[in-house]
T-cell receptor
Framework: DTEVTQTPKHLVMGMTNKKSLKCEQHMGHRAMYWYKQKAKKPPELMFV???????INESVPSRFSPECPNSSLLNLHLHALQPEDSALYLCASSQEWRQGAKAFFGQGTRLTVV | GESVGLHLPTLSVQEGDNSIINCAYSNSASDYFIWYKQESGKGPQFIID?????DKRQGQRVTVLLNKTVKHLSLQIAATQPGDSAVYFCAENWGRAGGTSYGKLTFGQGTILTVHP
């Protein structure tokens, strides 16, 4: 099983709303990631969690708040987003956070900020 | 800065042909490479990987070639099928432990592969 599950698949939110994206994996992976992908562009790394601890924050604005409640779950809390934050948000996981780690991606959440 | 990039942004082939998708990288410290396939509306799907101590690796209908001398990576798809139509990304994973790039996956710009029946 190499499945990373993301919910919801689609989300439309206003600029004053608070919403959360969820990601789940049951592969026993100890590293989990959030990526942002704009149309016709490659995914860009936002956050890395290793053993439930935030290891990398790629200078992401504070309106994006990640959370790792346990080794299988990863959340991304959204608040006061801007229209330019509309994108495909991808979750990924790998066995460990290290060089040469094979990362598996979820199907993504298509976020539209209105 | 150093980056992973692609020579051709689009590739159009006939069903049954072999496809070759190229990727150039500039970071000589790169140690591990992955090819991903991304279909419209979906997340990247792992296809095949290769480490820098290898120059070729084969999977089912796919072969990845690595030429470290010229910092070039390619993905060969045999007997291309319409279902292979997608965007293909090469990705680079590198960095020393404790460094700011450690464990990061950096993607190239992608190549759009279109397979005509």
């Amino acid at each position: 099983d190499t499945e990373v599950t993301q919910t919801p698949k689609h989300l439309v939110m206003g600029m004053t709303n608070k919403k959360s994206l969820k990601c789940e994996q049951h592969m026993g992976h100890r590293a989990m990631y959030w990526y942002k992908q704009k149309a016709k562009k490659p995914p860009e790394l936002m956050f890395v969690y290793s053993y439930e601890k935030l290891s990398i924050n790629e200078s992401v604005p504070s309106r994006f708040s990640p959370e790792c409640p346990n080794s299988s779950l990863l959340n991304l809390h959204l608040h006061a987003l801007q229209p330019e934050d509309s994108a495909l948000y991808l979750c990924a996981s790998s066995q460990e956070w290290r060089q040469g780690a094979k990362a598996f991606f979820g199907q993504g959440t298509r976020l539209t900020v209105v | 800065g150093e980056s992973v990039g692609l020579h051709l942004p689009t590739l159009s082939v006939q069903e049954g042909d072999n496809s070759i998708i190229n990727c150039a990288y500039s970071n000589s410290a790169s140690d591990y490479f992955i090819w991903y396939k991304q279909e419209s509306g979906k997340g990247p799907q792992f296809i095949i990987d290769i480490r820098s101590n290898m120059d070729k690796r084969q999977g089912q209908r796919v072969t990845v070639l690595l030429n470290k001398t010229v910092k070039h990576l390619s993905l060969q798809i045999a007997a291309t099928q319409p279902g292979d139509s997608a965007v293909y990304f090469c990705a680079e994973n590198w960095g020393r432990a404790g460094g700011t790039s450690y464990g990061k996956l950096t993607f190239g710009q992608g190549t759009i592969l279109t397979v005509h029946p």
